[in-house]
């Protein structure tokens, strides 16, 4: 029993538990909870491939149910047209899989008595474990933890028994070796480990994605009790293999989630409303073709619609705007970008949050956290100093921050404390019961007052980002390519206004654990304040701007960079660093943030529409009510019905409402001759558009595996994720709330279409240099489209890499129903 | 190589793997008792696959990474067969040679 395998073995097994694990998906710990594409290590099978096992292991659908279809095609969104021509498309078609899906074909997962009776055993331990409740906590490996403890524990005696406690507490002090033993204990040669690591991966696939996310994702030696995906893997395989040693059940003991859904199982071909001419052609399908050809269907319909908008007329950008914003790429940006415009004479951008800068950031009186997409390593170190003459200010607001923290803190351990709360409720209850009324009765109100009772507590001084080389071991010259890198990128490299504002997003909810899912993605889950004005402090050095010159980016002496936030739950702008502007610069600010405010009330009119249709005129008062609610279920919609990515000139974009519904990158194709700007597009703000994208399909179509469930139920477990009801596996995926308006679904699953308005053969260039993107068009991923210049005809990108004309079969809508922006509304 | 030097033979490894690899590589190089590694992000050069230009600006994980281990000999037939392993079902490249170092204490 307590003898070691060969370490030959060690290594084979830890390969094969790397393969397993490409059939879950990492999850990120709360607060930096961003969104991925669960199978985003199956990519190379293609997403027909992926669907397949993920059929096989998880018993989900991955495709759009009979039932959404069906409302779809009621309402609009498809037409018998569309199915006809995708069910034609798909009739040619064959499904690629090789790799894992080779090693899983024919198998399905096997239910069996265990899986519930071991999950809730393993469960308890996670989280103890996260919770360091565990013995050496927090610097002890999770397998090491519960094998000290296991020899106590009554739920396990109860489970297996005495015998099968003591068969745990006896196995070897390795993970890797105990998996080994379980292993050969069931009889299993190599061929069958894989099918073997995979079963116990599925069981559990959010503490699995927890394990998966510390062991390939998580940068090294980061905080907190590492729960990598090896000790998971033999905690749950030891209860496993003892549990069925004793009972002799020689099957794996998976249990399906989610079992195939009635409405999946419902014939796609017989859906209700179809023409004749769309029945016939869907009859040539098998039903999993047939289920494919909607999702076609309905992303052509989206795609046509979205091409017909896109005018073939150059239009000249304004040379002379009142001020340059840059937002965020984030769909949510193309709302305020548009009604900014409609406003006012000013010219915005769409480029990453980060603002090109992946930094390691350290706020004032803070622990440093990275502002980046988890793509990329840190790069810079960068931190918050008090401003200049300002270093006593900004000592009384750490001391008032502090102060603040450690009454929270005290009040926590006090709620912890099992007789504590009593007197806490005796002293404090008269204070705590009206503060808990009016939280509830008016959270807006309540918000404001806070509000100012925290400034008093922790008076706000002024403060800047330091970008001083000397500090921040960021050369001028280092600097000025990172300034040469974003301007490129984001196609500003000349016609710069007087003022240009670089503007982060953030979203301001209450009693909300997936809040960072609604913050910004390319800065890690974080809001992206700080990520602007960082790369301000940098933008508006002189050296570096001499640097740029240098470079040919002549940014004009009376230019100016501002950092702003835009909060996307009430539509209102923060500015910062305001000591720090120039006087000529102040009329201008202060014209820039009244055109702001009107603009953000006309969006918050605008999606509280989608929100709560009855408020009417009241949208403003609406949407800061909902912030500050702390029973609000849907604060916001976020990134629901995202859809595309557009990368081309603002010009190509401008007057289309693209409904909040399209990832807007600036790109221009005159300052990028040999496409390194498009790569860069391509090959990473385009990828964790897709993650999004698919994060919400995924959670959409398949919510029991691939959704976090009902936010009404959530328990946060050790800060890292949540569990629906007292415990389980940690939910994956998005809430349900921020997914559908009650059984009907708001978001609509589709694959990302990317547009781009560039030089097809660059394109073709980018692609052929980079696998990723051959695997992402190639695999259905992401459907892609483009045309050489404005005037220039679309077209379409094939699986085989061809491109074919775009051929509009449908009409575009008229686009004639969004709010206008002359509504009365007070803003703030 | 001359005994007045003082170095001790040991054998290098060096692998080139996609960089999202590069964790699952770093944890077999653990396993085998690695104390250190070195590692590079975003190598160049021309594969069987074409050439790779190591220079995506914002994702360190699909381009290519270079790791490069020293080990004591008896230890390289364990790493050795979880890298071919891992290199049966991921693009990559494995180049094991004899070297020799100042310190050995320091690979030990």
Redesign the interface.
């Known amino acids: 029993m307590t003898e070691t395998v060969s370490?030959?073995s060690?290594?084979?097994l830890?390969?094969?538990l790397?393969?397993a694990a490409r059939v879950i998906g990492p999850l990120w710990p709360l607060g930096t909870f961003i969104a991925v594409n669960p199978f985003w290590d199956l990519r190379q099978l293609g997403f027909d491939g992926a669907v397949s096992v993920a059929r096989m292991v998880f018993g989900v659908h991955g495709l759009p149910g009979s039932d959404y279809v069906t409302e779809a095609l009621a309402s609009g969104r498809v037409t018998s047209a569309d199915v006809v021509r995708a069910a034609a498309e798909l009739a040619d078609g064959t499904t690629g899989m090789a790799?894992?899906s080779d090693d899983l074909a024919g198998w399905s997962a096997t239910p069996s008595d265990s899986a519930d009776d071991v999950n809730r055993q393993v469960t308890k331990w996670c989280a103890a474990f996260l919770a360091g409740k565990l013995p050496g906590a927090p610097d002890a490996a999770f397998y090491l933890s519960w094998h000290a403890t296991v020899r106590f524990d009554p739920g396990t005696r109860a489970l297996l028994g005495r015998h099968g406690r003591a068969l745990l507490a006896d196995l070897p002090n390795r993970a890797?070796d105990a998996i080994a033993w379980c292993l050969d204990e069931l009889g299993l040669d190599r061929d069958g480990w894989r099918r073997e690591l995979v079963t116990q991966l599925a069981a559990l696939p959010g503490w699995a994605g927890h394990g998966k996310w510390r062991?390939?994702?998580a940068p090294p030696g980061a905080p907190g009790p590492a729960l990598d995906l090896v000790d998971f893997v033999a905690v749950r395989l030891a209860y496993d293999t003892v549990w069925r040693k004793q009972r002799s059940a020689q099957s794996a003991s998976l249990v399906p989630r989610a079992s195939i859904r009635p409405q999946a199982i419902h014939d796609p071909r017989s859906v209700p409303g179809l023409s004749h001419a769309a029945r016939a052609a869907l009859a040539t399908l098998d039903r999993d073709r047939a289920s494919s050809a909607w999702l076609l269907a309905m992303e052509h319909h989206y795609r046509d619609e979205l091409l017909g908008l896109l005018g073939s007329t150059v239009v000249e950008a304004d040379t002379n705007p009142d001020a340059q914003v840059v937002c965020c790429i984030d769909a949510r940006s193309e709302g305020i970008r548009r009604h900014l415009e409609s406003v006012g004479n000013y010219e915005t951008f769409g480029f990453?949050g980060f603002f090109?800068l992946?930094m390691r950031y350290t706020a004032l009186g803070a622990e440093p956290v990275d502002l980046l997409?988890v793509?990329?390593?840190p790069a810079v170190d960068m931190e918050e100093r008090a401003a200049v003459g300002q270093e006593d200010a900004a000592q009384r607001r750490l001391a008032g921050e502090q102060a603040r923290a450690q009454g929270g803190h005290a009040f926590s351990q006090t709620r912890g404390n099992a007789v504590a709360p009593f007197m806490l409720a005796e002293a404090g209850g008269f204070v705590a019961a009206p503060i808990l009324a009016a939280r509830t009765l008016g959270p807006a109100r309540f918000a404001r007052v806070r509000g100012r009772l925290s400034a008093l507590v922790a008076p706000t001084a002024p403060t800047q980002v330091d970008a001083d080389p000397d500090r921040t071991g960021m050369p001028d010259e280092e600097q000025a390519l990172f300034a040469e890198?974003a301007l490129t990128?984001m196609g500003l490299t000349r016609g710069f206004a007087p003022f240009v504002v670089l503007c982060g997003h953030g979203s301001t909810t209450e009693n909300n654990p997936h809040a960072a899912s609604l913050d910004c993605g390319a800065c890690g889950g974080n809001r992206g304040a700080d990520s602007a004005r960082a790369a301000c402090a940098i933008l508006n050095r002189p050296p570096v701007r001499a640097l740029l010159s240098e470079r040919g980016i002549v940014i004009p002496d009376a230019t100016y960079f501002v950092a702003a936030e835009h909060d996307t739950a009430t539509d209102t702008f923060s500015f910062f660093d305001l000591h720090l502007v120039p006087e000529q610069h102040v009329g201008t600010l202060a014209r820039l943030r009244d055109d702001l405010a009107r603009a953000g009330a006309a969006l918050a009119a605008e999606r509280m529409i989608d929100l709560d249709p009855t408020v009417g005129g009241e949208a403003v008062a609406a949407v800061h009510h909902r912030s500050a609610d702390w029973a609000e279920l849907q604060p916001e919609w976020g990134l629901a019905r995202n859809a595309s990515f557009i990368v081309g000139p603002r010009t190509m974009t401008v007057g289309a409402d693209l409904q909040r519904r399209a990832f807007l990158h600036s790109y221009d194709t005159d300052v990028d001759p040999d496409g390194?700007a498009l790569?860069?597009i391509l090959?990473?703000?385009m990828?964790v558009a897709h993650w999004i994208n698919m994060q919400y399909y995924f959670s959409t179509v398949d919510p029991e595996v691939f959704a976090a469930g009902d936010k009404t139920v959530h328990n946060i477990v050790a800060g890292i994720g949540v569990t629906e009801g007292a415990g389980g596996d940690l939910q994956v995926g998005l809430p349900l709330q921020s997914l559908f308006v009650g059984e009907r679904g708001f978001h609509e699953p589709m694959r990302l279409l990317t547009v781009v308005e560039a030089p097809i053969a660059r394109i073709d260039e980018v692609i052929?240099?980079?696998?990723?993107l051959r695997e992402l068009f190639g695999g259905q991923w992401v459907h892609l489209a483009a045309r050489d210049e404005r005037s220039a005809p679309w077209m379409l990108h094939r699986v085989d890499g061809s491109w074919v004309p775009w051929d509009p079969q449908t009409t575009p809508a008229p686009r004639n129903d969004s709010p206008t922006n002359e509504q009365e509304v007070t803003h703030g | 190589m001359d005994d007045a030097w003082q170095l001790t033979a040991m054998t290098k490894i060096e692998v080139v793997v996609?960089g999202?690899e590069s964790?699952?590589v770093a944890?077999?190089f653990a396993?085998?008792g690695a104390t250190g590694f070195t590692a590079v992000?975003n190598v160049s050069g021309l594969g069987h696959?074409?050439?790779?230009?190591g220079?995506?600006?914002?994702?360190?994980?699909?381009g290519l990474a270079l790791l490069m281990v020293v080990l004591p000999s008896d230890r390289v037939?364990?790493?050795l067969?979880?890298?071919r392993?891992?290199l049966t079902?991921r693009?990559g490249v494995l180049m094991v040679s004899d070297t020799y170092v100042s310190r050995p204490e320091y690979f030990q």
Do not use: C, K
């Not at chain 1, 052929?768 to 990723?772: D, E, I, K, M, T």
């Open positions: 370490p030959t060690h290594t084979r830890l390969v094969e790397d393969e790799g894992i890797e062991s390939r994702w990453a090109a992946p997409p793509l990329l390593s890198t990128t390194t790569e860069t090959t990473a703000p990828v052929a240099r980079n696998p990723v | 996609g999202e964790a699952a944890e077999l396993e085998v992000s696959d074409g050439y790779h230009q220079r995506l600006l914002f994702n360190d994980r699909n037939a364990d790493l067969d979880g890298l392993a891992l079902s693009p």
